[in-house]
């Protein structure tokens, strides 16, 4: 009962703003906030492991065979929980394929914004084209028409490389696992 006490959300936010940040602890271990809760989070780590040892103990210790080798439990448990280390790179990794698919989409809308005036000048140039009266020459519509299609097959590709082709799920997806990750580290 006294280690999950001392995770509650109560404790853990006492012991960042209160106990870690108190004269006595900043002079006799470390002026680093980060060191500190550093030593605070393997100082429970510890407790943790004591804690399991005693459980895994007890557990041999029954009849009943299911609480036998428990030990190989937490081992299986600790084995699949990935490092520090680990979720840093893929909080960095994720965030990296945001900012990534956020300046595609960037631009993807500067793109768009020039293709909707490459289609307003190739429909004016129609217009004249069509027009008996004007006398302009048939290059520019053909130039005209090039540059739209190739600004057309830019902005498919940006589209396809941009937020624009990501389903909403999958791009929550993603923030929630930042979420999920960032408080571990």
């Given at each position: 009962?006294?280690?999950?006490d001392s995770l509650s959300n109560?404790?853990?936010?006492?012991?960042?703003?209160?106990?870690?940040?108190?004269?006595?602890?900043?002079?006799?271990?470390?002026?680093?906030?980060?060191?500190?809760?550093?030593?605070?989070?393997?100082?429970?780590?510890?407790?943790?492991?004591?804690?399991?040892?005693?459980?895994?103990?007890?557990?041999?210790?029954?009849?009943?065979?299911?609480?036998?080798?428990?030990?190989?439990?937490?081992?299986?448990?600790?084995?699949?929980?990935?490092?520090?280390?680990?979720?840093?790179?893929?909080?960095?990794?994720?965030?990296?394929?945001?900012?990534?698919?956020?300046?595609?989409?960037?631009?993807?809308?500067?793109?768009?914004?020039?293709?909707?005036?490459?289609?307003?000048?190739?429909?004016?140039?129609?217009?004249?084209?069509?027009?008996?009266?004007?006398?302009?020459?048939?290059?520019?519509?053909?130039?005209?028409?090039?540059?739209?299609?190739?600004?057309?097959?830019?902005?498919?590709?940006?589209?396809?490389?941009?937020?624009?082709?990501?389903?909403?799920?999958?791009?929550?997806?993603?923030?929630?696992?930042?979420?999920?990750?960032?408080?571990?580290?």
């Amino acid at each position: 009962a006294n280690l999950m006490d001392s995770l509650s959300n109560e404790n853990i936010r006492h012991l960042k703003e209160v106990v870690l940040r108190s004269e006595g602890v900043q002079k006799l271990i470390s002026k680093d906030i980060d060191e500190l809760q550093r030593i605070a989070a393997a100082d429970k780590r510890e407790e943790l492991k004591v804690f399991s040892g005693e459980v895994v103990r007890f557990g041999n210790r029954c009849k009943d065979p299911q609480y036998h080798n428990l030990d190989r439990y937490f081992d299986k448990l600790a084995s699949e929980l990935n490092p520090q280390k680990q979720l840093k790179e893929e909080a960095e990794t994720i965030m990296q394929q945001l900012m990534t698919l956020v300046q595609y989409t960037a631009e993807l809308y500067h793109e768009l914004h020039a293709l909707d005036r490459f289609e307003q000048d190739y429909r004016r140039k129609l217009q004249e084209e069509d027009n008996p009266g004007t006398a302009s020459k048939g290059d520019g519509l053909a130039i005209i028409r090039a540059e739209l299609k190739s600004q057309r097959k830019h902005v498919r590709s940006l589209k396809k490389k941009s937020l624009w082709s990501r389903i909403l799920e999958e791009v929550g997806c993603w923030n929630l696992r930042c979420i999920y990750i960032t408080p571990m580290l």
